[in-house]
T-cell receptor, first 114, second 114 residues
Framework: QQPVQSPQAVILREGEDAVINCSSSKALYSVHWYRQKHGEAPVFLMILLKGGEQKGHEKISASFNEKKQQSSLYLTASQLSYSGTYFCGTDPGHGSSNTGKLIFGQGTTLQVKP | NAGVMQNPRHLVRRRGQEARLRCSPMKGHSHVYWYRQLPEEGLKFMVYLQKENIIDESGMPKERFSAEFPKEGPSILRIQQVVRGDSAAYFC????????????FGPGTRLLVL
C-alpha cells in the first residue's frame, strides 16, 4: 500500500537536474510532494489531483500519470537549498474526493554539492 | 497568518507516564491530521479529525493512544503509559475545509521515552 519512491538517494552538483519518482499499486486521487530537512517539518511543494489540476511552487514541476499510478517530481537547475529528503504522499480517494489520509513513501534523499 | 503550532516541541517521559501533545491548526483550517515519524523513516498516518469528530483513526494503535479536536482549543494527541517504542517525532498537519486541499505541517513534537 505504501508508494515506492526511486531513487533512494541522489547526489547532485549545483545546477544539475534530478527526477524523483513515486509509484503506487493502488489507484490514486491525488499525490502530494514534500521536502523535509533534518530535524524540521515537511514543507509542501506540490499537489497533483486526478483530472490534471496542480498546485505548487513556481520553480517546482511535477507530473501525475493516473493510468500508471505514478508521479514524478522534476528539480531543475538545483540549488544548495534543495538538499533534503523528498516524500510523496498518496491519497487513494473515495468517490470524487480525497480521503484526507496520506500514505507516504519511504523518501528520497537529495544532496546538492557546490 | 501563523502556521500550524505544536507544543511542546520536545517532551521527555519515563516509561508508564502519560504524554499530551497539542496542535493548533492554521487560521481557517478545520481539518487536523496526526502523523508519526520514527528516526530515519517516513511519515505514518495516525488519525484525521474535524471539530468534535474523528473521521479516520485507522492508523492509531488500538491501545493507549487517543486523539480529540474539541469545539474550542487545540487538538490533543494523548499517549497513556508510554513505552520506549513510542519515542518518535509526532507531526500535526491542517488543511482548509474543502477536501483535496494541501496539508500544512507543524514543527512537530519530539517525544523521548526513557
Amino acid at each position: 500500500q505504501q508508494p515506492v519512491q526511486s531513487p533512494q538517494a541522489v547526489i547532485l552538483r549545483e545546477g544539475e537536474d534530478a527526477v524523483i519518482n513515486c509509484s503506487s499499486s493502488k489507484a490514486l486521487y491525488s499525490v502530494h510532494w514534500y521536502r523535509q530537512k533534518h530535524g524540521e517539518a515537511p514543507v509542501f511543494l506540490m499537489i497533483l489531483l486526478k483530472g490534471g489540476e496542480q498546485k505548487g511552487h513556481e520553480k517546482i514541476s511535477a507530473s501525475f500519470n493516473e493510468k500508471k499510478q505514478q508521479s514524478s517530481l522534476y528539480l531543475t537547475a538545483s540549488q544548495l537549498s534543495y538538499s533534503g529528503t523528498y516524500f510523496c504522499g498518496t491519497d487513494p480517494g473515495h468517490g470524487s474526493s480525497n480521503t484526507g489520509k496520506l500514505i507516504f513513501g519511504q523518501g528520497t534523499t537529495l544532496q546538492v554539492k557546490p | 497568518n501563523a502556521g500550524v503550532m505544536q507544543n511542546p516541541r520536545h517532551l521527555v517521559r519515563r516509561r508508564g507516564q502519560e504524554a499530551r501533545l497539542r496542535c493548533s491548526p492554521m487560521k481557517g483550517h478545520s481539518h487536523v491530521y496526526w502523523y508519526r515519524q520514527l528516526p530515519e523513516e517516513g511519515l505514518k498516518f495516525m488519525v484525521y479529525l474535524q471539530k468534535e469528530n474523528i473521521i479516520d483513526e485507522s492508523g492509531m494503535p488500538k491501545e493507549r493512544f487517543s486523539a480529540e479536536f474539541p469545539k474550542e482549543g487545540p487538538s490533543i494527541l494523548r499517549i497513556q503509559q508510554v513505552v520506549r517504542g513510542d519515542s518518535a517525532a509526532y507531526f500535526c498537519a491542517s488543511s482548509p475545509p474543502s477536501l483535496g486541499e494541501t496539508q500544512y505541517f507543524g514543527p512537530g513534537t519530539r517525544l523521548l521515552v526513557l
